[in-house]
């Protein structure tokens, strides 16, 4: 594709309900990133994929968040039982290469509201 | 811990003056710096970066490792430079950008 695409684009989750957030990175692409953005703050790390080996999960920040990336190119971000406190923009980013300082590629995100 | 600081929330501006948005950091080792920009209703990219030494859209930032700042300049702001920008630092490539909390740029005619 052209770009990065997430979907769905908005999300309204009841507290409890489980909710599932697409990532499509750019084809080819190695490396991507799941970030989450709360209101009035930049992007903060979540986890990290080098094709379908998550390498690093460590802003996950509860064990209710899981992602996944079983054939190195699509990727899910789950939260189970959701809380208020999830809502927030949920960014996905995708680079060509895990080395080499090629450019982090942004979706659009997908903003998530807990009622 | 790395930590990446934007002090202005906000800078206000008339179109022709020069702007500056300021970003400080915290690592103890050579990080990469970036500048990422996202106008209305439009995605987060990539404005320009510290190792490329380029200038982008008029912009320029300067790594100055001493003050460990990497404050982004433009001579003469212009209406569509309007826009959330980001400072943002990497410890090395194939890691995780870490974000400032961003500063809105508005300049008005």
């Known amino acids: 594709g052209a770009g990065v695409s997430q979907s769905p684009r908005y999300k309204v989750a009841k507290r409890g309900q489980d909710v599932a957030l697409r990532c499509d990175p750019i084809s080819g692409h190695v490396s991507l990133f799941w970030y989450q953005q709360a209101l009035g703050q930049g992007p903060e790390f979540l986890t990290y994929?080098?094709?379908?080996?998550?390498?690093?999960k460590s802003g996950l920040p509860s064990d209710r968040f899981f992602a996944e990336r079983p054939e190195g190119s699509v990727s899910t971000l789950k939260i189970q039982r959701t809380q208020q406190e999830d809502s927030a923009v949920y960014l996905c980013?995708?680079?060509?290469?895990?080395?080499?300082?090629?450019?982090?590629?942004f979706g659009q995100g997908t903003r998530l509201t807990v009622v | 811990a790395q930590r990446v600081t934007q002090p202005e929330k906000l800078l206000s501006v008339f179109k022709g003056a020069p702007v500056e948005l300021k970003c400080n950091y915290s690592?103890?080792?050579?990080?990469?710096l970036f500048w990422y920009v996202q106008y209305s209703r439009q995605r987060l990219q990539l404005l320009l970066r510290?190792?490329s030494r380029e200038s982008i859209k008029g912009f320029t930032a300067d790594l100055n490792k001493g003050e460990t700042s990497f404050h982004l300049k433009k001579p003469f702001a212009q209406e569509e430079d309007s826009a959330m920008y980001y400072c943002a630092l990497r410890r090395q490539a194939g890691t995780a950008l870490i974000f400032g909390k961003g500063t809105t740029l508005s300049v008005s005619s």
């Open positions: 980013a995708s680079s060509l290469e895990s080395r080499g300082g090629t450019e982090a590629f």
């Open positions: 690592y103890s080792g050579s990080p990469e």
């Open positions: 510290h190792i």
């Open positions: 994929f080098q094709n379908e080996a998550q390498l690093d």
